[in-house]
């Protein structure tokens, strides 16, 4: 608790509100706190609650646009987790119930270039996610993007068992061996790009983990997404390079994507 320093809220100031979604470990509510408009997870189990404690650390010293906000937690019958409400909820369902009629491309782009920035600062730091994936990826209300679940990824179970690693979104070297790196991230984050400009569908469609793991070792890689454009497309395939450092990091991956958002939207960039 000591480690907490001022990260420590009153339960007596949060009012709680709907349950917005369900996490591995417990229920994700709405709630307002002080008058703002937080997320609250909730995790019941006392064991995992003190491993999600030491990981909440991590995230009191990460700040930045692009990662969604903590502003603290409340110990109360387990451990509940407050951090700024994003109202739009997940990127998949974002996506997946507004299409193409609604999202054009330079918003995909847009979104692309929010988790850009977002794990570029994480990898600034030092710090990698495991587990990025476009159900990951909370919207704010003003639309920006924004990268949740980092930091917490060391007391996550799927980490430590391998059954559970998300394999479709997983380098092959940290299925294999584990090696999990800013580089294996950026496997993740070209997942997470064919995800974005697929509208939301689940990467490998119709093919099992088992498969999966198996094509992707041999060298099989998914196709463009309908409409995708090309150079958007080969950002992908360089994410998907079997060897690690052949992958760009996150900061190359941002110049890109920002000269792809310039030649979309003249001087919107940013
Ligand atoms: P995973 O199994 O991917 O690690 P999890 O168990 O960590 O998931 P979360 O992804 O944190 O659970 O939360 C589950 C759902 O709750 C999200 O998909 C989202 O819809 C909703 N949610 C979580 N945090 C927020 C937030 N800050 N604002 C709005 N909705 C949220």
Redesign the pocket.
């Known amino acids: 608790v000591l480690i907490l320093g001022g990260w420590l809220l009153d339960i007596e100031k949060l009012t709680l509100g709907e349950n917005?979604?369900?996490?591995?470990?417990g229920a994700?509510y709405?709630g307002v706190y002080m008058g703002q408009r937080v997320?609250v997870?909730t995790i019941k189990c006392d064991v995992t609650a003190q491993a999600f404690l030491q990981e909440t650390t991590v995230m009191t010293k990460l700040q930045h646009k692009n990662l969604?906000r903590l502003l603290g937690v409340i110990l109360h019958k387990g451990l509940h987790i407050v951090?700024?409400?994003?109202?739009k909820?997940?990127l998949v369902?974002f996506l997946r119930t507004r299409g193409r009629s609604v999202v054009n491309s330079v918003q995909l782009l847009r979104f692309s270039l929010d988790v850009c920035e977002g794990m570029d600062y994480l990898e600034s730091k030092k710090l990698v996610h495991r587990?990025l994936?476009a159900?990951?990826v909370?919207i704010s209300d003003d639309n920006v993007a924004k990268v949740?679940?980092f930091g917490?990824t060391k007391v996550?179970s799927?980490v430590s068992d391998k059954a559970k690693l998300p394999v479709k979104w997983t380098a092959p070297e940290a299925l294999k061996k584990e090696k999990f790196s800013t580089k294996s991230d950026v496997w993740s984050y070209g997942i997470l790009l064919w995800e974005i400009f697929s509208y939301g569908r689940q990467p490998y469609p119709k093919m099992s983990l088992q498969e999966v793991k198996d094509k992707v070792e041999q060298g099989y890689r998914m196709e463009a997404p309908e409409d995708c454009p090309p150079s958007v497309y080969s950002l992908m395939r360089v994410c998907w390079e079997q060897e690690p450092r052949k992958r760009p990091g996150f900061h190359k991956l941002r110049e890109k994507l920002d000269r792809e958002m310039e030649k979309l939207s003249p001087g919107s960039g940013s």
Request: no cysteine.
């Open positions: 917005i979604g369900e996490g591995e470990f994700v709405e997320a997870k969604v951090t700024e409400l994003m109202t909820g997940n369902n587990d994936a159900r990951n909370l949740s679940d917490l996550d799927k």
